[in-house]
């Protein structure tokens, strides 16, 4: 089986008015299904390109990206938002919920852009709400949660689709220590038991330690790329949580 | 199917969001439907308005007056001169094919007495034809007959105008009234017309045999007993009106012993053409109305886009984000679309209800006849869909082809 993200060569190249910056200058890359990657630099290193590019919310300038056998820099514009439909879920640093719509109605939302229609979209999202702790709250509006319960409504909506890979920038940027702890538990959590290939952007050291691997950027390239010999453990109750079946209430 | 529902769904949350800003953008299509409605009622109105008096009048009717005279170097109007007879009406519609009936006409004026009433009214010297031409009827009693013309019958019909300011609530079929001093027997009450073209109320008058009416009231013409004051024609059918014009033309010239040099003595009109311009002139100035009405639905249609590209630019980060999560270019371009179809149907809908309250409100306070048509109020929401989809798409495009990134990055 290929690795689920081969990138040879990325480039990207923004044009500013007359300037031109490199933000990536040729990053090879391989990421097997199923590990849990930190990815770590400083600002303007490139690694935000990178998880854009990554992400197929844009493509390189030049270089090659294989997600999962598809060669996404040949894609069209609506082909690359099926992908991310599809294979991809995003979290990000300030959650991006719709503010007008209940928790439940934000985690259904890429249902909606399925091209087939799903019957028991209620059912799907009430189960997945519940099985990141936050059954009971489905009515809520993003208002009425805290900051770590709407993290866990946008990983609820970003897990929906099933995806094969989760993207995460800054996911614990917004959080005091102890919900990024609980969040974090919840990506090793669905990294350990269901397979899910994680990606995150940080700052924190604390939060990379996590990871079973750890890729440092400066300056539009990868200077660093080492497994972490011993990934801190997120609570064992947790993910013992995880792993429980979930009553759907009809 | 799922995904326009949803996207109402979305529209429908994102325009009650914002209930005042809603309302006031769907003020200006509703102004703009609402002026159209009314505006078509009005024209229709006047339309259907001169439709009704032309049947008032009554069907295929060719009048024929006297011509101009000159006497003394004093050239006097038309219908001055005395050279229409009751032998020339009775000739027209013997000789003519194209012509059904010719009815002579004496016309004067006198002041009518019921007991301690009295009233001032046009009197009609006529034949019973008059009536079957003008689409007279009797509402109580009966006409006069041709026995009552050719034996100058004291017999009178009344008005209802006439009726009611004699009478007040009294039976008035087999009472005597007096014209001139003269006893009249009344045989019967006309059906009301209302007002003619001209405003003119058609009830205010009394039809007496033409013998009767020369013999007591109007008076004899010295220079010609038989003269009559119009003759009036029916013609076989709508089409047959040019021909029967013709033939009456050439009769007269014929009878008056007209050389082909001179003019004629005697002017015939024909009213389907008078009507047919007067038909016209209103049916264009109803266009020009909604033409009016119309541009406030344009002004209407901008205030649309203005509102959708507000709403684009505050909802940037939501459209970035659903661009994130797979939304295509058509879903955003759709979701942006219902939302300004939405606001444009919804103020057509209210305008439509407005613009009839509107024309049932100028009916009766300015007493024009209105009429809102299924045609009037399919069109209007023909035309505001059409302004939501044609003003809704240039922000909707605009929404849909943000960049994902900056989108989701903007503040």
Partial sequence: MPPLIDVRGLTKTYRLGEVSVNALQGVTATIERGSFVAVMGPSGSGKSTFMNLLGCLDRPTSGRYLLDGIPVESLDRDQLAEIRNQKIGFIFQNFNLLPRMTALENVELPLLYKDEDTPDADAQAWRVLASVGLAGREKNLPTQLSGGQQQRVAIARSLINRPEILLADEPTGALDSRTSAEIMSIFQGLNRTQGITILLVTHSDEVAAYADRIIGFRDGLIVSDAPVIDPKKATEGLIALLRAPVEVPQ | ?411
């Fill in chain 2, 1 to 411: 199917m799922k995904k326009l529902m949803s996207s109402m769904r979305i529209a429908f949350r994102a325009l009650t969001m914002n209930k005042l800003r809603s309302a006031l953008t769907m003020l200006g299509i509703v102004i703009g439907v609402a002026s159209v409605i009314a505006t078509v009622a009005i024209g229709s109105g006047a339309t259907q308005r001169i439709q009704d008096q032309i049947a008032s009048i009554g069907s295929n009717i060719i009048i024929v007056i006297p011509g101009s005279t000159t006497s003394s170097g004093l050239r006097l109007g038309t219908g001055n001169a005395v050279t229409l007879s009751e032998g020339d009406a009775k000739e027209l519609v013997a000789q003519c094919p194209d012509i059904a009936l010719a009815a002579p006409l004496v016309r004067g004026g006198a002041q009518v007495v019921y007991g301690n009433n009295n009233w001032a009214t046009g009197i009609y010297g006529v034949t019973p034809d008059y009536l079957t031409i003008r689409d007279f009827s009797v509402a109580d009693g009966a006409e006069f007959t041709q026995q009552d013309v050719e034996g100058a019958n004291k017999v009178a019909l009344l008005g209802k105008t006439v009726v009611d300011n004699l009478f007040g609530g009294a039976e008035p079929v087999g009472q005597v009234i007096r014209i001139k001093n003269v006893p009249f027997t009344v045989v019967g009450v006309l059906t009301p017309k209302g007002q003619s073209s001209q405003g003119q109320d058609q009830d205010d008058v009394i039809l007496l045999p033409i013998s009767t009416a020369k013999r007591k009231v109007i008076g004899i013409n010295s220079a010609n007993a038989d003269a009559v004051n119009t003759i009036m024609l029916q013609a076989k059918s709508g089409a047959q009106i040019p021909a029967a014009q013709e033939e009456a033309d050439a009769l007269l010239r014929q009878r008056h012993h007209l050389q082909a040099a001179e003019a004629d003595d005697f002017t015939i009109r024909n009213l389907q053409e008078l009507f047919a311009a007067q038909e016209a002139s209103s049916s264009i100035m109803a266009m020009m109305l909604a033409a009016v009405a119309s541009v406030s639905l344009v002004v209407g249609g901008i205030g649309i886009m203005n509102i959708m590209l507000i709403s684009v630019r505050e909802r940037t980060r939501e459209i970035g984000l659903r661009q994130a999560i797979g939304a295509k270019t058509r879903d955003i371009l759709t979701q942006f679309l219902v939302e300004a179809v939405t606001l444009s149907i919804a103020g057509g809908f209210v305008g439509i209800v407005l613009g009839i309250g509107a024309s049932a409100l100028i009916s009766r306070i300015a007493g024009w006849a209105t009429a809102v048509g299924p045609g009037a109020v399919l069109l209007a929401v023909f035309f505001s869909a059409l302004v939501g989809i044609s003003f809704g798409y240039y922000p909707a495009r605009k929404a849909a082809y943000l960049d994902p990134i900056e989108a989701l990055r903007y503040e």
